[in-house]
C-alpha cells in the first residue's frame, strides 16, 4: 500500500508474492489487484496475472499472460492492453503495447499510451483510431 499525507494513492494485493529486499522489488502472482485512489474515493480498478513492484520507487508492473487487462475507471472509461506500466513519481500509467480506449460515446484504439488518472487525461502514440457512438 502507498500513501501520501495520510491517503492512500494506490494498493496491490495477490495471491503470491516473493520479496527480494536486497534488489528492492516484489513479484506478485495469480490474482494480482490494482487499486488507485484519488481524494474522492477509487479512482481505477485492474486485476492482472502477474506483477512487479519497485519497493523503493514504489513503481509497478501488471500484466495479463494471455488477453488484456482491464484497466476500470470512475470516470466511465475503460483500457484494454495487455500490460501497464505505474510511474510513482509522475502518477502516470503507461505502455507500449496495443490499447483500446472505451467510454461514453467513443472507442479509441492504437499502440502506446499515456494515462494520468488525477487529471482524467489519456494520450495515445500511434496508430490511432477514434470512433464516436
Known sequence: MQS???LVDWKIQAKQAQVFEADAKAIL???VQVTLMGTNGVTMTVTGDDGTI?????DFVISKRS????LVFDSGYTIYTPHVTWDNQKHRIWTNAPVRITGPML???GRG????????EMRIHRNVRVEIH
Open 4 to 6: 501520501k499525507d495520510g
Open 54 to 58: 519497485n519497493t523503493a520507487s514504489k
Open 107 to 109: 472507442e479509441a484504439t
Open 67 to 70: 488477453g488484456e487487462l482491464a
Open 113 to 120: 499510451m499515456d494515462a494520468f488518472p488525477i487529471t482524467h
Open 29 to 31: 502472482n495469480d490474482e
